[in-house]
Nanobody, 111 residues
Framework: QVQLVESGGGLVQAGGSLRLSCAASGSVFSMYAMGWYRQAPGKQREMVAIISSSGNTNYADSVKGRFTISRDNAKKMVYLQMNNLKPEDTAVYYC?????WGQGTQVTVSS
């Protein structure tokens, strides 16, 4: 099973930016789709962004135009650039691969 370790969360004011990073263990990283999910208090976990092995991306409607997912296969890393953050983006953000989840990183956006 893969090990996924997120970093980059924190507290930011509305309108600010954060960049989340996820480091993956193991080999054949480039063959897997990777993604970011989030879970706000009292809500279900939801997909934020997915990037395929070939680099195709898919975003939740709520983050389109503000968030960008990217990957670096050589470094076995996936990133989530979050711009124009809103209070409703506050959640624990999880790195995802079909064979595992990261431990999550807290993102808090103050109004």
């Amino acid at each position: 099973q893969v090990q996924l370790v997120e970093s980059g969360g924190g507290l930011v004011q509305a309108g600010g930016s954060l960049r989340l990073s996820c480091a993956a263990s193991g080999s054949v990283f480039s063959m897997y789709a990777m993604g970011w999910y989030r879970q706000a208090p009292g809500k279900q976990r939801e997909m934020v962004a997915i990037i395929s092995s070939s680099g195709n991306t898919n975003y939740a409607d709520s983050v389109k135009g503000r968030f960008t997912i990217s990957r670096d296969n050589a470094k076995k890393m996936v990133y989530l650039q979050m711009n124009n953050l809103k209070p409703e983006d506050t959640a624990v953000y999880y790195c995802w691969r079909r064979d595992g989840w990261g431990q999550g990183t807290q993102v808090t956006v103050s109004s």
